[in-house]
């Protein structure tokens, strides 16, 4: 292993290949910080660059313009609640309101450094156990991911307040209800489409998280007055104390291990890792904003890193993105596999060298912009509404072209407002949108495989950890409503 | 009062969406599976629907009240989008985003020409350049 290392490092570290990992970063990051483009899109049109690069340096910057992509999506999320991809969703959640709060030049420092962080603690994970998680991910399958999801969808509403409970699974089954909408992946059966072909596919996630994030963020904006002017980004905000980072680093590192290991599941990906990374952070650590910032953006940068080992060592691709990119390697004539390890060490080390590399330009990139970026929010409402109410519609339409959407985008922003204005919490109902389709699609499979009978779900360890857990989480209530009565 | 309509009104798309749900069509085969087309929907509506019902035998939680000006103010946003969205196929994107956003920054209240017509003309410029120019992504007409 030391000298497929060795090798990575003399591959990643020539001048050319440094200058690929620089592009892809900043590519990256400028590509997902807009509306509705996100890692995926960033791949697809970073490919004909691609072409003209050796197979080395092609992946090398593929994989820059991946993470890039990630953290630039945590930008809009952070200063305009819009978060453009769906794994820096939970980011918005504590980022927004610290923003708010004239802090976001403190939110944006922390979460470019913890990517920086969850990156590089991913690289340095992948380099590792490469090999053995490839193993353990082979072991997770239909039945296992059902118990995952449950457990996710369960968590968000169970570790909600107890006053929130009830609204949070109000949410998360209109969530569930709107990812039920097109054709059905199994059976190939049309649902609640009204026969409108605009339907067939289902709603596009960019519309989902626009309407119900940035444009009911602008419509709340002008029902209410104006807030208060915030002050400019100083220097002092981007470093980060002693004391800040202390309290930090554990946060980071448990963030980064649930997003290395959630990340190598194929399916799972960067999303689930930051919704886990948050839910997580809000009950065991100390619950503050900066926790919640630090948490999903070092798991959804961790798992990014960990979607490549089932693509580097099986030849899997877990995600869409990862599709996206073994669809570059086979164009190269590279087959993803074991067999790459062994034949092709220089290209397989080498991608994993320049995620080291990568991360190191994604901050030194990212850390001196955040001023400029911040100032965005200084903007007065009456140009700034318009400009994210702009910026949502031309995001959905690029990512669609299709009139109808707006429309849908619309009826859903105006129903989001009504639910946030009771304070009804709008991420279960993302939660339960993006991972609707997963849920069906692994709970049919799952029946599949056990052919009627249910006894050879007895025989799989990981079903039946999972299993444990999803009842212990279930109980939760019962034993906090039981403590109370004690009390 | 308003939240108890918007129960109301979660309470009768729970319902119309059960009632869809149990007439998806499904064929022989599909039908007969323990989890078809229909289960996990049909289930997600009952759901919802009795969550509903709790919370309407609840107490309403405390809203922040709202000046009538500001709702109309969002009615005319509102109607701005859908004329957005109307103009379009027919009117240039770019130049149908400048209006929308010169027309909406005047309809909240801002009346310095300057930053209006800057915003107006620079984002439908830069999205231009930066998309269609830059990324070489095509719109139909």
């Not at chain 1, 790459?340 to 994604?362: C, D, H, K, R, T």
Request: glycine share 10%.
């Amino acid at each position: 292993m030391l000298e497929g290392i060795i090798t990575g490092f003399s591959t990643a570290f020539t001048l050319a290949n440094v200058g690929w990992v620089l592009f892809g970063c900043l590519a990256g990051t400028l590509i997902g910080m807009l509306p509705g483009l996100g890692p995926i899109t960033a791949i697809a049109l970073m490919i004909p660059v691609s072409y003209s690069l050796d197979p080395a340096g092609g992946l090398i910057m593929m994989a820059g313009v991946y993470y890039g992509a990630v953290f630039g999506g945590s930008t809009s999320a952070i200063l305009i609640n819009a978060p453009g991809v769906a794994s820096t969703v939970a980011t918005s959640f504590d980022g927004y309101p610290m923003a708010r709060d004239g802090q976001a030049g403190r939110a944006l420092a922390i979460a470019a450094y913890a990517s920086f962080a969850g990156g590089t603690l991913g690289a340095v994970a992948l380099m590792l156990f490469a090999g053995y998680l490839a193993a353990l991910a082979l072991a997770f399958q239909s039945p296992e991911y059902t118990l995952l999801l449950l457990l996710a969808l369960s968590s968000v509403v169970v570790f909600a307040s107890s006053s929130a409970r009830l609204p949070s699974l109000v949410t998360l089954l209109i969530g569930l209800m709107l990812g039920t909408i097109g054709t059905d992946q199994l059976a190939g059966i049309p649902r609640f489409t009204f026969d409108r072909l605009d339907l067939a596919d289902g709603l596009n996630f960019v519309l989902v998280v626009m309407a119900t994030f940035a444009l009911a963020e602008a419509f709340r904006m002008v029902l209410q007055d104006d807030p208060p002017v915030l002050p400019d980004v100083s220097a002092k905000q981007l470093r980060l104390s002693l004391n800040r980072t202390r309290r930090l680093a554990p946060v980071v590192g448990r963030s980064s291990a649930i997003g290395f290991i959630t990340g190598v599941l194929p399916g799972a990906g960067a999303t689930l890792a930051s919704f886990f990374a948050y839910d997580v952070e809000k009950r065991v650590g100390d619950g503050s904003r900066e926790a919640g910032v630090a948490a999903p953006e070092s798991a959804n940068n961790a798992a990014s890193t960990g979607s490549f080992v089932p693509l580097l060592t099986l030849g899997i691709p877990g995600s869409g993105t990862t599709a996206v990119l073994l669809g570059v390697m086979l164009s190269y004539g590279l087959q993803p596999g074991p067999r790459l390890l062994s034949e092709q060490p220089e290209i397989f080390w080498g991608v994993i060298a320049s995620m080291y590399l990568g991360n190191l330009f994604l901050l030194a990139l990212n850390l001196p912009l955040i001023p400029l970026l911040a100032r965005l929010l200084r903007i007065r409402s009456t140009l700034l509404i318009p400009l994210i109410i702009g910026f949502s519609l031309i995001g959905v339409y690029l990512t669609t072209l299709n009139g109808f959407d707006l429309y849908l985008m619309l009826g859903l922003a105006l129903l989001a407002l009504a639910l946030r204005w009771f304070a009804f919490p709008l991420a279960p109902l993302l939660l339960g949108f993006i991972l609707s389709g997963l849920l069906e699609e692994n709970a049919r499979r799952t029946l599949f495989l056990a052919e009627g009978g249910f006894e050879m779900l007895l025989d799989r360890p990981a079903f039946l950890v999972l299993a444990i857990l999803l009842v212990l989480v279930w109980l939760v209530p019962l034993w906090q409503r039981f403590r109370a009565r004690q009390d | 009062m308003a939240y108890r309509l918007l129960l109301i009104g979660l309470l009768a798309v729970s319902v119309l969406y059960t009632l869809t749900a149990r007439h998806i069509p499904m064929d022989a085969w599909t039908a007969e599976e323990l989890i078809n087309a229909q289960t996990l929907p049909t289930v997600y509506g009952i759901l919802l629907a009795l969550t509903v019902l709790v919370l309407l035998f609840r107490t309403s939680p405390a809203a922040v009240g709202i000046a009538p000006g500001r709702v109309l103010r969002l009615a005319g946003i509102a109607g701005l989008v859908l004329a957005f969205v109307a103009a379009i196929s027919w009117l240039d994107l770019w130049l149908g985003l400048g209006i929308l956003l010169l027309v909406t920054a005047w309809w909240l209240g801002e009346r310095r020409w300057l930053p209006m017509l800057s915003l107006a003309v620079s984002v439908p410029l830069i999205g231009y350049l930066g998309i269609e120019v830059g990324l070489g992504v095509y719109l139909p007409d």
